[in-house]
């Protein structure tokens, strides 16, 4: 029976290492000593289940443990390069003793994942299977079948024919693809096992090997962004002073000692003409001096910082470093994980495929495309790669099925553990098949964890909406005008209605305070994979009007992160609007990526269709619907022009599949969206062409769906006006097909004379950012501490009237 490991006993008379030993297991409850006669005493007044010593004198050390604590496992910390020590650990071997051993020059990370699987591997049982789990492998390519005799969370015994080669199973050698199958359907699957021994065996007339294997909890797959390098001065400097602002800790180690970590307390960073300094406390310990050259890391918003600097004081009255001249930064997750509130409890339970036992349990935290759960690693196996058929029990009820996949299977930190009956184990689980019904409640739950105050704009009445956004002063398209509900509410409403019953197309979220309804902002998916936030408004005057409009801002985006077929967000501001126009550059600029991003600028403008415009039509060029072979040339055009974010985000490829699955999903849903294109030909392809959305109204209040813009392949031929003419002319006619009264452009600044001279008003100029999924984690962080920034320096220096002016025009439609 395993025993969960709660007290851990370090000795070691190093301080550096025995700080590295410990951080290592912060997990559990530490105790640390200097010698092998301070922790004998201490073992007298509390006894470990786990100790980590020296390889000095060990024998005579494990004599002590054998007294007082018998059930503790001991880990013994040796170099191979200490060969007094390794003798000494052969010799206790030698004599019957059991233990484990570490490298002592294990670097920090190793040698957490090193402790990680002793004391995994100590504390879960292993269960034994009936015959009839099968196992498929390979071994160097040469497929074999066997028998699982029994199974643990890291490793199994299998049963292997005896014509197999004992040779072939070396210890070491790798096994691909293990598939485990009962009743012909797999429930466990490992990319590559390794061979931990083989024995032959002989039981009366049957004779088999039995091998032993183990595998690795693998890594969870990742979206965040690629690893990047902050070189710029004014970057590192700031990625500091955020760091610092928000009381995180910032650690220095020395070169060659990666495991030993010593927090710079008091940390602060001045400006000089140069780098700046880095000035603090640092515990004597570090081996310091002037010109020492020293590493410095931290974690701030799901990254890792890292740099390289230098000493440049050591005194009494602490330390100053020059500020690294880059900082390496690693992304440490993708999506957020978030433990439900008290109001969306979630409960999962399945049959094990293993040892056949019913497990029910609590769900700890979510994510976009799992959850994990407590499990009982004395009793209860589910290895990584198990695949589970599961009920999900949402807080609203309902009961759900899904396939699942165990992922990891991890120690619960001591103080975090939910049932104290449990041995502390954490089994995350990606889903397979994410039903809707799953996906909605998971964004429901995240939405409330993150901002109580919060809720899905389904539960509100669309005229109440309506009325709040006309309070907080929101400029709609002129077809949907304040003032006349009657004509405009009736359209609107039944779009909205529409829209959140089908989640996955659009969202709205409304900030609440006492019943009174304070902002709004809305995601729509614009094209396949792409989701586009609009139709933020605040009401006036709100004292709390920045922190409601970043929350629904940064809201609606993870809200489109969380959605798996997702790919792209984007949003849009007026650029006469002072305040967003400012966030939204600085935004772009700061996060610009390579090839992840594309910032775009363009002129909206509207002609009314009620008023005859005397146009002379003969001289224009003839205009024809686009075929395959123009939508090739598209792509390779935005390939050429390296548009290539634009050729993905808007769905402009080649094949028209990706539409065409857009045009079903919102048919479904009883509304429309769909996209025509238009061509001018020229002497060796389309001189000109239009992209004309066309959708359900309201789906965009300023109903950018049901515009079109405009791609001219050479702006120096002599017929490229006339062909833009002829492109919007054709759309116009196109509006009045649909029964629209007006038909918009969201045209580049050199198509905007042609236009006007059609009738088309210019109502102002618009930015558009489109970036990658993988960039919503520092987008999630640059926003956040844009707001931490600003909202402070407001306080402190505008009176109320202009802070509410400021306010207000924030609070104006990003449009």
């Not at 433990?339 to 609590?362: K, Y």
């Not at 600085?586 to 005859?612: I, K, P």
């Not at 935005?638 to 808007?650: D, I, K, N």
Request: hydrophobic share 40%; aromatic share 6%.
């Amino acid at each position: 029976m395993s025993v969960p490991t709660h007290e851990v006993l370090i000795v070691h008379p190093n301080e550096v290492r025995r700080n590295a030993l410990k951080s290592a297991l912060n997990a559990h409850r530490v105790s640390v000593v200097g010698s092998q006669l301070e922790a004998t005493r201490c073992m007298e007044s509390s006894v470990p289940t786990l100790i980590i010593a020296p390889a000095d004198n060990a024998r005579r050390f494990l004599r002590h443990v054998d007294r007082a604590a018998p059930e503790a496992v001991c880990v013994f910390v040796c170099a191979r390069s200490d060969q007094h020590g390794l003798e000494e650990l052969v010799e206790t071997a030698a004599e019957g003793h059991v233990f484990s051993t570490v490298d002592d020059a294990l670097t920090e990370g190793e040698l957490t994942l090193r402790l990680r699987d002793i004391l995994q591997l100590r504390a879960s049982t292993r269960v034994s299977l009936d015959a009839g789990m099968r196992v498929d492998f390979k071994l160097r390519g040469q497929p074999f079948i066997a028998e699982c005799q029994d199974l643990g969370h890291f490793g199994a015994a299998l049963q292997v024919p005896m014509d197999a080669s004992l040779a072939a199973f070396l210890p070491g050698t790798p096994l691909d693809s293990l598939v485990m199958v009962r009743d012909g359907r797999p429930v466990l699957h490992v990319a590559r096992a390794y061979v931990r021994h083989a024995t032959p065996i002989q039981q009366g007339t049957h004779a088999f090997l039995r091998v032993g294997i183990s595998w690795r909890p693998s890594q969870d797959e990742s979206t965040a962004a690629p690893p990047r390098t902050l070189r710029d001065a004014v970057a590192v400097q700031a990625a500091l002073r955020k760091a610092l602002r928000r009381e995180l800790p910032v650690w220095l180690h020395p070169p060659d000692s990666q495991a030993a970590h010593f927090r710079l307390e008091n940390a602060t960073v001045e400006a000089s003409d140069e780098r700046g300094l880095l000035r603090g406390q640092v515990s004597p310990a570090l081996p310091t001096s002037v010109g020492e050259v020293v590493h410095l890391s931290f974690e701030m918003g799901g990254q890792h910082y890292r740099g390289v600097t230098s000493m440049l004081h050591v005194g009494h009255d602490g330390v100053a470093l020059g500020l690294p001249r880059s900082l390496a930064v690693e992304n440490r997750r993708g999506q957020p994980r978030f433990r439900p509130g008290a109001q969306h409890r979630f409960l999962v339970g399945f049959t094990s495929p293993f040892s056949g036992q019913r497990i029910t349990r609590a769900v700890l935290d979510l994510g976009a495309g799992g959850f994990a759960f407590p499990i009982d690693a004395s009793c209860e196996v589910l290895p990584v790669g198990s695949q589970l058929d599961t009920t999900l029990l949402l807080p609203d009820g309902l009961e759900v099925a899904c396939r699942v996949e165990v992922r990891s299977v991890d120690v619960v930190p001591f103080e975090s553990r939910q049932d104290q009956r449990l041995r502390p184990y954490r089994c995350g689980v990606r889903i397979l098949d994410m039903p809707r019904a799953v996906r909605d409640a998971i964004v429901d739950a995240f939405v409330a964890a993150r901002a109580p105050q919060v809720r899905d704009g389904a539960v509100f009445r669309f005229p109440d909406v309506w009325r709040m956004m006309e309070d907080a002063h929101y400029t709609f398209h002129p077809d949907h005008p304040f003032g006349e509900e009657s004509r405009v509410l009736p359209v609107l409403e039944e779009t909205h209605e529409r829209l959140s019953l089908a989640r996955e197309l659009g969202r709205s979220l409304v900030f609440t305070e006492e019943h009174r309804l304070l902002g709004h902002v809305n995601g729509l998916r614009m094209y396949s994979g792409t989701w586009l936030v609009q139709h933020l408004a605040v009401m006036p005057g709100f004292r709390r009007s920045e922190q409601i409009s970043s929350e629904l801002t940064s809201l609606a985006v993870e809200v489109g992160e969380a959605m798996e077929d997702v790919e792209f967000i984007r949003y849009m501001w007026r650029t006469d609007n002072r305040w967003p126009h400012r966030l939204g550059t600085w935004l772009a600029r700061v996060l610009e990526g390579q090839g992840l991003c594309h910032l775009r600028q363009f002129h909206y403008l509207r002609a009314d269709l009620g008023q005859n415009h005397v146009v002379g039509t003969g001289a224009l060029p003839a205009v024809r619907e686009a075929g395959p072979e123009d939508r090739q040339w598209l792509e390779s055009y935005l390939r050429r022009r390296g548009e290539l974010v634009r050729l993905l985000s808007e769905d402009l490829r080649a094949d028209p599949g990706p539409e065409g699955v857009l045009g079903e999903r919102f048919r479904a849903a009883g509304l429309h969206r769909e996209r025509r294109m238009f061509v001018v030909d020229g002497e060796d392809g389309p001189l000109a062409m239009a992209l004309q959305d066309e959708a359900t109204p309201g789906l965009s209040l300023i109903e950018v769906t049901n515009g079109f813009n405009l791609v001219v392949a050479d702006r120096e031929h002599p017929r490229a006006k006339d062909a833009v003419a002829a492109l919007a002319l054709r759309c116009m006619a196109h509006a009045r097909e649909r029964g629209r009264a007006s038909a918009l452009g969201l045209v580049d600044a050199l198509d905007v004379p042609a236009l006007r001279e059609l009738g088309f008003v210019d109502q102002g100029c618009f930015s558009e950012w489109t970036f990658h999924r993988s960039m919503v984690r520092r987008w999630c962080e640059a926003w956040r501490s844009l707001f931490e920034r600003q909202m402070p320096m407001r306080r402190r220096s505008k009176p109320r009237a202009s802070a509410q002016a400021v306010a207000s025009n924030l609070k104006q439609e990003v449009r």
